[in-house]
């Protein structure tokens, strides 16, 4: 009994820590962030701005590395992305470009 809920316990740990749940703009589809950028309200654009900045911040951080490119240039590179992809999530969009700036 001891090492099926032993079992069980690990599980549970295992399971919770591959889980990755993606909250607010990075989970909408692509085809929201072309919207917002070329045409939504002033809320809707920085919605999705201060998402992608914050999640580049938090990565170069975590990667100790800095992307070779400013906001505009990656905000650029998404736009492609998400118009070529407008399926996709936001969060698939950042990180082939995050990974194409490293």
């Known amino acids: 009994m001891r090492i099926l809920i ?16 993606i909250y607010g703009p990075g989970n909408k589809p692509c085809s929201a962030l072309v ?8 809320f809707d654009k920085n919605f999705f701005d201060a998402w992608v900045t ?9 990667s100790k590395k800095s992307i070779h490119a ?6 650029m590179a998404l736009l492609k992305f998400c118009k070529s992809n407008p399926s996709e999530n936001v969060f698939t969009g950042v990180m082939a470009v995050y990974k194409d700036f490293n």
């Open 54 to 62: 914050g999640f580049v911040g938090g990565a170069n951080w975590i």
């Open 70 to 75: 400013d906001e505009t240039v990656f905000g």
């Open 6 to 21: 032993f079992g069980l316990i690990l599980s549970l740990n295992l399971s919770q820590a591959e889980a990755q749940v």
């Open 35 to 42: 919207k917002a950028w070329e045409g939504g309200s002033f």
